[in-house]
T-cell receptor, first 114, second 112 residues
Framework: GAGVSQTPSNKVTEKGKYVELRCDPISGHTALYWYRQSLGQGPEFLIY????????DSGLPNDRFFAVRPEGSVSTLKIQRTERGDSAVYLC????????????FGQGTRLTVV | GESVGLHLPTLSVQEGDNSIINCAYS??????FIWYKQESGKGPQFIID?????DKRQGQRVTVLLNKTVKHLSLQIAATQPGDSAVYFC???????????FGKGTTLSVSS
């Protein structure tokens, strides 16, 4: 597709379960970002990939959160032992890299932990 | 610490009015800023950017003003339309290629 694609669009899971959220970036974009957005707040940075490696994971809140991008394209955000406080919209963005290359965002995955 | 924020959480205007959305930042070393628009149920969308060697930049119906002295920038939308209703964020890239820091956003509501 032409844009950043995130699946699923909505995910409801029970507290304590494991979830995976997928991001398909724009073809050719080497930089990929994950953000988390709570209601009424701006997106909060989680992790940034340049190619296959996590160049900056300083935003991951704890060790229950992990993300991979094994082939430098699709990325998966993994959350273990989900908690109700993990409920949010998880946004993915991709760009050509560099500070002044526009980041394009997907529509997000709305995660609800019940 | 580093932060980017907006002065007002909400702004209501009539269709056809000009809108001004403000943003303050704290990092004096910031040299590049971006405004994003986020419609309900969608991800943020790039509107316009500005480098710190400029104090004004114009796009289509939008103008961004940067005042480095007081660390303030504003987004002006001319002849606001209902389709402009959204949440607007200013964002500051921390370093080359790394994360954008977003403020909390201003919700713009345009009534006909």
């Amino acid at each position: 597709g032409a844009g950043v694609s995130q699946t699923p669009s909505n995910k409801v899971t029970e507290k304590g379960k494991y979830v995976e959220l997928r991001c398909d970036p724009i073809s050719g974009h080497t930089a990929l970002y994950w953000y988390r957005q709570s209601l009424g707040q701006g997106p909060e940075f989680l992790i940034y990939f340049q190619g296959t490696g996590a160049a900056d994971d300083s935003g991951l809140p704890n060790d229950r959160f992990f993300a991979v991008r094994p082939e430098g394209s699709v990325s998966t955000l993994k959350i273990q032992r989900t908690e109700r406080g993990d409920s949010a919209v998880y946004l993915c963005a991709s760009s050509l890299g560099g500070k002044e290359n526009e980041a394009f965002f997907g529509q997000g995955t709305r995660l609800t932990v019940v | 610490g580093e932060s980017v924020g907006l002065h007002l959480p909400t702004l209501s205007v009539q269709e056809g009015d000009n809108s001004i959305i403000n943003c303050a930042y704290s990092n004096s070393a910031s040299d590049y800023f971006i405004w994003y628009k986020q419609e309900s149920g969608k991800g943020p969308q790039f509107i316009i950017d500005i480098r710190s060697n400029m104090d004004k930049r114009q796009g289509q119906r939008v103008t961004v003003l940067l005042n480095k002295t007081v660390k303030h920038l504003s987004l002006q939308i001319a002849a606001t339309q209902p389709g402009d209703s959204a949440v607007y964020f200013c964002a500051d890239p921390r370093e080359a290629g790394t994360a954008l820091i977003f403020g909390k956003g201003t919700t713009l509501s345009v009534s006909s």
